[in-house]
């Protein structure tokens, strides 16, 4: 089983936020598993080998309990595994390990010679067929459900008799009217929208308290004790030097003054050459 995309939980301005992200390195697992060294990173991809392998997987969603039956059918879980599986993974005191709710590619075992059955499971929150579930498990829901019709042509939903005996089954003569009424009603009215709420996912920028270094190499230089020219600048204080991989410090260092001779030999000198060595 290789998690494809996963769904974490992130701090926003407004509290824990969920999103739903690739899974990089299971993603590079499935990949190699099938074309070896076909995936180094998520910029370093050789699709051109990667086209030459067709995948026609068959998407699977529903209930928990029939994802978990159709799992040990398919001999990819044991009987130990499906317990775990059908523990509560939201509940507030958690003894073993819970499978997180994301989309998962299922290899089933070789069928005919050389001929290997792809399954993309959705593995639902544990409210999330509820009618009653929050919105933030919706919106989870509606965006794993999109990519899931997107990654597969075929689709089948696994629903337990508990869900069964919740789904509204309305007499097709008496929908059709509806429709009609619908139709009609549209024709003849107007709706006016007003925006009431915006995006309660909106993030800002957050600051927090950062951290201090000490360092004896990080200090005022050291002003002679005597300074006869009272026109010089004030020290400068050291500064960062900032980097990708690496940062430091750049500090100052006095240094007595000297004469310098400079040597002039045999050269000719345009007139504006002369005029700056004199200058100096």
């Known amino acids: 089983m290789y998690r494809i995309l996963d769904l974490i939980s992130e701090q926003g301005s407004g509290g824990l936020v969920d999103k739903i992200i690739i899974s990089q390195n299971s993603l ?3 990949i190699n598993s099938i ?66 709710s994301g989309l998962y590619i299922i290899t089933a075992p070789e069928q005919t010679e050389g001929t290997y059955q792809t399954f993309v499971l959705f593995w639902p929150e544990q409210t ?21 019709t997107k990654m597969c042509d075929q689709v089948v939903s696994l629903i337990s008799s508990e869900h069964a005996q919740t789904i509204l089954w309305s007499d097709e003569d008496s929908e059709d009217e509806d429709m009609l009424e619908v139709d009609h009603d549209e024709s003849d009215r107007m709706f006016t929208f007003e925006v009431a709420q915006t995006n309660e996912q909106e993030e800002t920028v ?73 200058g100096r």
Not at 40 to 45: A, E, L, N, R
Not at 229 to 240: C, E
């Open 28 to 30: 590079k697992a499935f």
């Open 128 to 148: 999330t067929w509820d009618d009653s579930a929050a919105s933030s498990v919706r919106r989870n829901r509606i965006t794993f459900m999109r990519y899931l």
């Open 206 to 278: 957050a600051i927090r308290k950062g951290f201090e270094a000490s360092s004896p190499a990080i200090a005022l230089p050291e002003a002679p004790a005597e300074d006869p020219d009272p026109m010089k600048p004030a020290p400068i204080t050291p500064f960062l030097l900032f980097g990708e991989t690496s940062q430091g410090f750049m500090t100052v260092e006095y240094r007595e003054a000297r004469v310098v001779q400079d040597t002039f030999r045999g050269r000719s000198m345009q007139a504006m050459q002369l005029e700056g060595h004199l």
């Open 35 to 100: 074309c070896p060294n076909a995936y180094v990173s998520m910029t370093k991809v050789n699709f051109k080998t990667l086209d030459n392998y067709v995948i026609k997987p068959v998407g699977i969603y529903g209930s928990k309990e029939e994802i978990v039956r159709f799992l040990l059918e398919l001999a990819a879980i044991d009987e130990t595994i499906a317990t775990q599986l059908l523990v509560d993974s939201d509940a507030p005191v958690r003894t073993q390990p819970a499978l997180r």
